[in-house]
């Protein structure tokens, strides 16, 4: 018999790296590139002026080269849309919270 005011949760499950769901084996960095793409083709279809995608890529792997020694340094979490953000200024692309989500939408 479960009582309302006594149930309780006991443990949480996360998934990570296919441990439930298995995902086509492509390194994540790899898996990255294939996303940037489609945000990339998303923006460029919106009307944004972009640099050569090769160009883009380079400044989102600086990015989050950065991004990734300010977490092993501090020990906290890099924000992705703020790092999204950065590359669409950087890049010439319009950098408001619509650009942002459709970015986001091609790239999930």
Excluded: C, H
């Amino acid at each position: 018999m479960i009582f309302p005011n006594k149930s309780k949760i006991t443990g949480v499950l996360f998934d990570l790296g296919s441990t439930l769901i298995e995902y086509e084996n492509i390194p994540w960095d790899e898996m990255n590139l294939i996303s940037l793409r489609a945000g990339y083709e998303a923006l460029r279809d919106d009307g944004n002026s972009l640099p050569a995608y090769d160009e883009f890529t380079k400044e989102y792997i600086r990015i989050r080269q950065k991004n990734r020694e300010f977490s092993a340094r501090t020990l906290r979490e890099w924000v992705v849309t703020d790092a999204i953000g950065e590359l669409l200024e950087s890049t010439g692309a319009e950098n408001n919270a619509g650009q942002t989500t459709r970015f986001f939408k091609a790239y999930y």
